[in-house]
C-alpha cells in the first residue's frame, strides 16, 4: 500500500513537471494545449525533452484523427507541439538562437530548423553536420509535401554557410580544405564559404555526398578524396566541374564499392567497360563525359604520387620529366598501358622492360613507342595461346613468326623480329629466363629497297594556292612552311619565335629537328620572312613562345593540323581524284623540285637535314627517268652520239664493231 502511494505521488509530480513545462509556452492554451497534453500522457511522455521524431510525427496523426476538431483546427493544432518545444528549449539556448537568427527575420522555416536543432542538442551552428541535415530532411519532408519542404531544408543550410563564413572572416588566409576523417563529406559544408556556396544551387544535394564509411577499399577511399580535393581546390569552372569531374568520380566510386575494386590505378580492361556500360544505362546522355573520370584520376594519382607506382596499369609520361630531345612536343607520347597484356606475370616483365627503356636508355620516347606496341602485340598472342614468357619454346617462337609474316613488308617483319629479340635479351640479362628461345638471325629477311614516288602533282598545288585565302591564318602559315621549307610538319609546329632572323639581306630560319637531335639553318623566301614576322608581332609571340599554339600554349598538334587541313580541304572540294591532304608529301616534292632544277643531292641533303645522301635519295621523286632523260639529252648533242663514238673508235682508238 505504501509503494502504491509513493509511485502515485512520483507520477503526479512527473505530470505536474509536465504542466509546468506546458504552461511556459504562453501561445499554446485551450484545447491545444489539452490536445498536446492528451497525446504525451497517453504515450507515457512527462517531459519536452523525451519528444522524439517520431512522436512529432505521431502527435500530427493524432490531430488528424480526432473527430472533435474541424479541418482548421487540425491544421492550426499540428504545429502546436513545437511550439511548445521552443518555449521549453529557447531559455537555455539564448545564445545559439542569437547566433542562428542573426538579425535575420523570422520565419516558419527558421523556427522549425531552431526547435529541430535545439531538441537534438545543437549547440552550435557549426556543428550541424551532413547526418543532422539529412535527419532534419527526413523529418521535414513527413510533414511538408512538394517543394515548400525545400524551404525548410535551405533555412538549416543558410545557418550552416553563416557559420562557415564566420569561421572564414576569423582567418582570412587560413587554408581550408577536407580533411579525410572515414566518414561522411557534404561538399555543401566544404570548411572554404568560397567554395561552399558554389553547391548552393544544385538541385540533387544527394550528389555532393561522398560517403567514405562505407565498406570499401581503404586505398580507393583514398585514391578518391585525394582526386576529390584535387578537383576542388583547381576547377574553378563549377559547371565544368561537376559534369566532368565531380558526378562521374562519385559514380566511379560507388562502382569500386559494388565490384570490389581495390586499387584505381590498376583497373583492368573488363573493369572499365562494365563501368562504361554502366555509364551507358544511365537516363542521362553523359556517358562519354563521364567515362573520362577513369583516365583523369588515374592520370593523377601516377604524377602526384611521391614515389612512381611502376605497378600502375596505365603510365603518364609527364611524371618523368624526360629531356626535350626525347620528347616531341608537336606529336607528345602521353601515356602507355598494359591492360592489353592479361597475363599478370608477362604484363609484369614488360612493365620492368618499358621501365629500362624509359629510364635507362636515352632513346626517345616514339621510338620506345613502337617497340612498345611491337612487344605488346606479340604479348597479346601469347595471352590467346595462354603462353608465360617463362615457359617458350621455340616452337612457340616459330608459331608467332608465322603468325606475323603476312600483308607486312620484309623491313616491318624484321623490326618486329628485332624488338622481341632485344625484350628476350632483357628477360635474359635479368636473369627471368636462361636463353632468348629463338634464333633472331634465322628468321631476318632481304629487304630490297623501294622508293615511293609522292611528290604532289601540279593541279594538286595549284588548287591549294588558289584557295589558300580561304583558310584560317594559322593553317596558311603552316602550310606555306610546307610547300617553301619541305619542313616535316613535326618541325612546324615547334618553330619558336626566335627562329626568323636576317643576316647580310637575306632571310633565314633556325631550328631543331627533333628526329635527327640536331639544329639546322635554311634560307627562306623574304616574303614568308616577313609574313611570320607580321604574325609573330600581331599574337605576341615571345622569343621562347612556339609560334603556333595549341589552346594551352603548348607546341600546336601535330593531328591537329592535319585533321583541319583534310576537313578545310573537303570544305572546299579540294583533292586530286582520291588524294586530299599529307603533309609529308611536301618533303618529297620540293626536294624533287629542287634536283630538277640542278640542285645536288648533297645541297638537297643539308636543306631538308638528313644525315646521308641515301636518305635524301629517297624524297627525289622519279629519280630513274630523270637519268633516263639525262641520258637522252646526253648522246642527242651530234657530238655525243653513238654513230660518232663509231666513227672515232673507243678511247684507246680501237675500232667499235657493232
Not at 166 to 189: N, P, Q, S, V
Not at 340 to 357: G, P
Not at 439 to 445: P, S
Amino acid at each position: 500500500m505504501a509503494a502504491l502511494s509513493i509511485l502515485q505521488f512520483d507520477m503526479t509530480a512527473r505530470i505536474a513537471e509536465l504542466d509546468a513545462q506546458l504552461d511556459a509556452c504562453a501561445t499554446v492554451r485551450g484545447k491545444q494545449r489539452a490536445a498536446i497534453r492528451d497525446f504525451l500522457l497517453q504515450e507515457g511522455i512527462y517531459s519536452i525533452e523525451d519528444v522524439t521524431d517520431e512522436d512529432i510525427q505521431d502527435f500530427r496523426e493524432y490531430i488528424n484523427q480526432r473527430i472533435d476538431f474541424t479541418d482548421k483546427q487540425k491544421v492550426l493544432y499540428v504545429g502546436c507541439m513545437e511550439t511548445i518545444q521552443y518555449a521549453y528549449y529557447a531559455p537555455q539556448n539564448v545564445e545559439f538562437l542569437k547566433e542562428l537568427e542573426d538579425g535575420k527575420k523570422m520565419t516558419a522555416a527558421i523556427k522549425k530548423a531552431e526547435v529541430y536543432l535545439m531538441a537534438h542538442g545543437i549547440k552550435r551552428a557549426e556543428d550541424i553536420t551532413y547526418e543532422i541535415r539529412a535527419s532534419y530532411e527526413a523529418y521535414v519532408s513527413r510533414a511538408i509535401s512538394g517543394v515548400k519542404r525545400f524551404e525548410y531544408i535551405k533555412a538549416l543550410d543558410n545557418m550552416k554557410l553563416a557559420s562557415i563564413q564566420k569561421e572564414c572572416d576569423k582567418a582570412l588566409f587560413k587554408e581550408r580544405k577536407l580533411r579525410y576523417t572515414g566518414g561522411k563529406i557534404f561538399l555543401l559544408y566544404h570548411p572554404d564559404i568560397e567554395v561552399a556556396k558554389t553547391f548552393y544551387y544544385i538541385r540533387n544535394k544527394e550528389e555532393l555526398l561522398f560517403d567514405f564509411s562505407l565498406n570499401a577499399s581503404e586505398q580507393v577511399k583514398y585514391q578518391i578524396f585525394f582526386m576529390l580535393n584535387y578537383i576542388l581546390e583547381n576547377e574553378k569552372d563549377w559547371k565544368l566541374r561537376r559534369e566532368r569531374f565531380l558526378v562521374p568520380l562519385k559514380l566511379l566510386y560507388i562502382f569500386c564499392i559494388e565490384q570490389g575494386i581495390e586499387d584505381l590505378e590498376k583497373l583492368e580492361e573488363k573493369d572499365i567497360a562494365k563501368f562504361k556500360e554502366k555509364l551507358d544505362g544511365l537516363e542521362v546522355d553523359k556517358a562519354d563525359v563521364y567515362i573520362q573520370i577513369v583516365d583523369n584520376i588515374r592520370k593523377f594519382l601516377f604524377l602526384r604520387a611521391k614515389k612512381t607506382n611502376w605497378d600502375a596499369n596505365v603510365w603518364y609520361m609527364e611524371r618523368f620529366k624526360l629531356q626535350s630531345d626525347r620528347m616531341n612536343p608537336a606529336n607528345p607520347v602521353v601515356r602507355i598501358q598494359f591492360m592489353q597484356v592479361h597475363d599478370k606475370d608477362n604484363r609484369k616483365f614488360f612493365q620492368s622492360y618499358m621501365q629500362y627503356m624509359i629510364g635507362v636508355t636515352s632513346l626517345s620516347i616514339s621510338n620506345i613507342r613502337f617497340q612498345f606496341y611491337r612487344v605488346s602485340e606479340f604479348l597479346e598472342y601469347c595471352d590467346a595461346k595462354n603462353l608465360s614468357l617463362l615457359h617458350l619454346t621455340a616452337q612457340d617462337m616459330d608459331a608467332y613468326m608465322k603468325h606475323i609474316d603476312s600483308d607486312i613488308l620484309p623491313a616491318t617483319f624484321n623490326g618486329k623480329v628485332a624488338d622481341i629479340y632485344k625484350f628476350m635479351r632483357f628477360m635474359v640479362v635479368k636473369g627471368y629466363i636462361e636463353k632468348v628461345p629463338f634464333n633472331m638471325e634465322y628468321y631476318l629477311k632481304n629487304v630490297v629497297p623501294t622508293h615511293h614516288d609522292r611528290a604532289l602533282p601540279d593541279d594538286m598545288v595549284r588548287q591549294m594556292l588558289s584557295n589558300l585565302h580561304l583558310f584560317p591564318e594559322h593553317l596558311r602559315l603552316m602550310y606555306l612552311h610546307l610547300w617553301c621549307l619541305g619542313l616535316r610538319i613535326n618541325e612546324v609546329c615547334t618553330i619558336k619565335g626566335d627562329a626568323y632572323y636576317e643576316m647580310n639581306g637575306d632571310t633565314w630560319i633556325r631550328l631543331y629537328q627533333n628526329k635527327m637531335k640536331a639544329e639546322k639553318t635554311i634560307p627562306i623566301p623574304e616574303t614568308l620572312y616577313h609574313l611570320m614576322i607580321s604574325y609573330k608581332e600581331k599574337m605576341h609571340i615571345a622569343p621562347d613562345d612556339y609560334v603556333f599554339q595549341n589552346e594551352k600554349g603548348g607546341a600546336y598538334k601535330v593531328g591537329t593540323f592535319c585533321k583541319q587541313m583534310v576537313e578545310k580541304c573537303r570544305e572546299l572540294g579540294i583533292d586530286c581524284g582520291d588524294y586530299t591532304f599529307r603533309s609529308h608529301d611536301y618533303r618529297h616534292t620540293i626536294s624533287t623540285a629542287m634536283y630538277g632544277h640542278g640542285a645536288s643531292l648533297q645541297a638537297i641533303r643539308d636543306f631538308l637535314g638528313h644525315k646521308s645522301e641515301e636518305m635524301t635519295k629517297q624524297y627525289v621523286d622519279y629519280l630513274p627517268e630523270k637519268i633516263d632523260k639525262a641520258n637522252e639529252e646526253y648522246f642527242s648533242m651530234k657530238e655525243n652520239s653513238i654513230a660518232k663514238a663509231v666513227r672515232k673508235g673507243d678511247y684507246n682508238g680501237n675500232e667499235i664493231k657493232i
